[in-house]
């Protein structure tokens, strides 16, 4: 079956600008997660929905960043004024329930670039 | 705050094996994880451990916990050069254990 998938793969931006980037999670997937990964660096994490409610967004780094997953399925990152230091790969993870002993399905990633 | 650190780089011959090894501070973790990354590719989850195991062992992969010392190691048995990639230990925090922290990686290179 599809994993999870993630677009654009790529994108590159301007120091100001506005980005969305999307994750469409595993059909059937109640746990959405994003996380940032910088290079070298393991993924940190952003923000996890339980469904369409974000249970916890205590990874997002400050009030630029925003989540939304309005049906409960596909979710949408949103960056305010990007920064320079934006630039990451943002991972996007889903699972079937939530918490520790479920494995979380990770997509291939968006690479952004501010310049 | 939660940190997970792992050596950053090894190296080993083919058909030797490889232990990576990984530290964590918070004693609450309730999953202990090991992930591989290859290039161009996602994370896949190799496999991972509850808190109150000390030893799983997975055709290959053998995992140790030790809960006293907040250590954590993967060995892989008789390593193949499609074992190159890059290892990221990770916990599982918070109420629920939704909160992932990751370790920086190890890149793991298997040498003919």
């Known amino acids: 079956g599809a994993g999870v998938s993630q677009t654009p793969s790529n994108k590159v931006t301007e120091k100001g600008k506005y980005v969305e980037l999307r994750c469409d999670p595993i059909?059937?997937?109640?746990?959405l997660y994003w996380y940032r990964q910088s290079l070298g660096q393991g993924p940190e994490f952003l923000i996890y929905?339980?469904?369409?409610?974000?249970?916890?967004d205590s990874g997002l780094p400050n009030d630029r960043f925003f989540a939304v997953r309005p049906e409960g399925s596909v979710s949408t990152l949103k960056i305010q004024r990007t920064e320079r230091g934006d630039s990451a790969v943002y991972l996007c993870?889903?699972?079937?329930?939530?918490?520790?002993?479920?494995?979380?399905?990770f997509g291939p990633g968006t690479r952004l670039t501010v310049l | 705050g939660e940190d997970v650190e792992q050596s950053l780089f090894l190296s080993v011959r083919e058909g030797d094996s490889s232990v990576i090894n990984c530290t964590y501070t918070?004693?609450?973790?309730?999953?202990l994880y090991w992930y591989k990354q290859e290039p161009g590719a996602g994370l896949q989850l190799l496999t991972y451990?509850?808190?109150?195991?000390d030893m799983k062992q997975d055709q290959r992969l053998t995992v140790l916990l030790n809960k006293k010392d907040k250590h954590l190691s993967l060995r892989i048995a008789d390593t193949q050069t499609g074992d190159s990639a890059i290892y990221f230990c990770?916990?599982?925090?918070?109420?629920?254990?939704?909160?992932?922290?990751f370790g920086p990686g190890t890149r793991l290179s298997v040498l003919p």
């Open positions: 993870a889903s699972s079937l329930g939530a918490g520790g002993g479920h494995e979380q399905f």
């Open positions: 990770a916990e599982s925090i918070g109420n629920y254990g939704q909160n992932f922290v």
């Open positions: 929905f339980q469904g369409t409610g974000a249970a916890d």
């Open positions: 918070d004693s609450s973790s309730t999953y």
């Open positions: 451990i509850f808190s109150n195991m």
């Open positions: 059909s059937g997937h109640t746990a």
